[in-house]
């Protein structure tokens, strides 16, 4: 009687643990809610020749224009959107269109913003290559970068700037004076509000920001008042890594389409995730390799107009381009 009682315990304790496994299970890890999408065609190899590239990390679309940050080529290259090579401009240097390692890109009204890593500077540029003007400079200081990684640009012209080693996001007028910052310069934290490298920005329809928390492995979203609104990736959202849905193994690049679906480059997972406004879990693509619809460290990723999704290939050295499956 006594070993049946304690069966019946056993088998209790046994289903209440897994009851609260399955509970977790879809607490944290989300199912998809549409399909994944295709590959369409890649385009790259490694060198330094035209359509080649040495680590490309940043991209951006705009019109029928495809631009790409070739971050060791220290240039940007200009592509048709089926990959067709239309011109390169930038060299290596601290001068007025001259490049330190570029990385993500944003355009905004016919201008294309170049985050400097290595000039610790945000470089404008016409569309055509002509430099434009230089924000900003070395330091830890109000309007000041150690090695920014990625820009956004507001409707009303501030910018938005991911400061990766001051771990930190400025936010600067067009002209480069400080606003305000979300994070304590040069503190890495892991609680809302802080950050562990940014990496990248993007800003939505509505205004809302968009933070690629890189090695907190999260997105953080802030309003148009500086509010943080939510933030998401793994358990919680507090630097728990891992390759499950929803979840990032380091985000290094962000970006947001004109419906306000959030896509985020999953660098370690090799993968492309895809959200809605709200954080919800939509859809992810990609896998680890080198053959077609795979990745070596998936970097960045843009969005055309027609929903159409280009992605820096890091490792592989190449452009993917992606379009959604039904």
């Known amino acids: 009687m006594k070993l049946n009682t304690a069966l019946k315990v056993g088998r209790n304790i046994i289903i209440a643990v897994a009851a609260v496994m399955v ?16 590959f369409v065609t890649a385009w790259g190899e490694k060198g330094s020749a035209p359509e080649q590239f040495n680590d490309p990390t940043g991209i951006a679309v705009a019109g ?4 790409v940050s070739d971050s060791r080529n220290n240039r940007i290259q200009v592509f048709d959107l089926d990959g067709h090579f239309k011109r390169q401009f930038g060299s290596p240097g ?12 944003t355009i905004h009204e016919g201008e294309l913003y ?3 890593y290595f000039n610790d500077r945000i470089q404008v540029f016409s569309l055509d290559g002509q430099s434009i ?50 994070g304590t310069t040069g503190k890495i934290g892991i609680w809302a509000g ?12 509505d205004g809302t920001l968009y933070t ?15 509010t943080l609104q939510r933030k998401w990736g793994g358990p919680f959202a507090i630097n728990i890594f891992g390759p499950f849905n929803g979840w990032f193994a380091t985000v290094t690049g962000v970006t947001v389409d004109q419906k306000g679906n959030v896509f985020a480059a999953d660098f370690y997972n090799n993968r492309i995730q895809k959200f809605a406004t709200d954080g919800t879990f939509l859809t992810r693509f990609g896998t680890k390799g080198g053959g077609p619809g795979q990745f070596d460290h998936a ?8 929903g159409t999704v280009f992605t820096a290939d890091f490792g592989n050295n190449r452009i993917e381009k992606w379009q959604q499956g039904k």
Do not use: C, H
């Not at 490049?99 to 890109?105: A, I, K, V």
């Not at 802080?194 to 329809?205: L, Q, R, S």
């Not at 970097?299 to 027609?306: F, K, N």
């Open 94 to 105: 601290k001068g007025p269109g001259q490049l330190g390692r570029p990385m993500n890109l």
């Open 23 to 38: 509970a977790g299970w879809l607490a944290f890890v989300p199912s998809a809610k549409e399909a994944p999408y295709a």
């Open 194 to 205: 802080e950050f562990n490298y940014p990496t990248d920005v993007a800003i939505g329809p």
């Open 114 to 116: 170049v985050a400097e």
């Open 133 to 182: 003007r230089l924000i900003g400079k070395s330091g830890s200081g109000p309007g000041e970068f150690n090695a920014p990684g990625g820009v956004a640009v507001a409707s009303n012209g501030d910018l938005l700037v991911a400061d990766f080693y001051n771990q930190r996001i400025q936010n600067l007028k067009a002209d480069g004076n400080f606003v305000r910052q979300w």
């Open 64 to 67: 029928d224009e495809v631009f």
């Open 212 to 226: 690629a928390d890189g090695y907190n492995d999260r997105i953080q979203a802030f309003g148009p008042d500086g």
């Open 299 to 306: 970097i960045a990723v843009a969005v055309a107009d027609d």
